[in-house]
């Protein structure tokens, strides 16, 4: 059974730090691009960071420069590290993940597998 199961999330205040985890189990995801999406009470799901097989990455332009994505394909794992946070960036983080090889993708729906999600809360 394929799994992707996110850790990390929590309660904190603005401009802190987090670091989020996905451990996948199920099949080996070292061919994969790995994504994290985050979705806020009464929004969409957003594209936040995706890394390719070879560790391209890519992010979205709200947490450009406060995000690192990585992987550790020994592991079956794969982290968001967040820093100077703010109440805005308060969700439900995903990991998901995609047999897409190298390809980045920023539209959910291209997404196979899916976590169950991790919140985040930044208060003011």
């Known amino acids: 059974q394929v799994q992707l199961v996110e850790s990390g999330g929590g309660l904190v205040q603005a401009g802190d730090s987090l670091r989020l985890s996905c451990a996948a189990s199920g099949r080996t995801f070292s061919s994969d691009v790995m994504g994290w999406f985050r979705q806020a009470p009464g929004k969409e799901r957003e594209f936040v960071a995706a890394i390719t097989a070879s560790s391209r990455t890519y992010y979205a332009y709200s947490v450009q420069g406060r995000v690192t994505i990585s992987r550790d394909n020994a592991k079956n794992t794969v982290y968001l590290q967040m820093a100077s946070l703010i109440p805005e960036d308060t969700a439900v983080y995903y990991c998901?993940?995609?047999?897409?090889?190298?390809?980045?993708?920023?539209?959910?729906?291209?997404?196979?597998?899916w976590g169950q999600g991790t919140q985040v809360t930044v208060s003011s």
């Open positions: 998901a993940a995609a047999p897409s090889g190298d390809t980045i993708y920023l539209r959910a729906s291209r997404y196979n597998y």
